[in-house]
């Protein structure tokens, strides 16, 4: 059996929803389980590195326009790029 020792910060979804909302003055409010259509008692992890791709930059673009959906995993690495929150491996807890 192969595994490896992973560091990462844990989180609950409600602290990504508040950052999100004040990183980015949303006025609708963001929701991480609709963004990520997960359920209840789910856990998500999120690579954050503060780079985004050319697909990622357009897709930055056209949220902070007002067009397209919410994406946490290239809002979270803006935040990054930012330096709202360190980079790292994310593990957000979804329970409600």
């Known amino acids: ?10 989180v609950d979804f409600g602290e990504v929803e508040d950052a999100i909302n ?8 963001y929701e991480f389980p609709d963004d990520m259509e997960c359920n209840n008692d789910t856990k998500l992890s999120i690579d954050v590195d503060g780079n985004l ?10 949220f902070l326009n007002g067009e397209g959906n919410f994406m946490a ?8 790029r930012r330096g709202l929150i360190p980079p790292g491996e994310y593990l957000v807890n979804v329970s409600w």
């Open 1 to 10: 059996m192969k595994y490896k020792k992973v560091t990462y910060f844990e």
């Open 22 to 29: 004040k990183a980015f003055d949303l006025t609708d409010f």
């Open 53 to 62: 791709s050319a697909y990622d930059e357009k897709n930055l673009t056209r």
């Open 73 to 80: 995993r290239i809002l979270m690495n803006d935040m990054c």
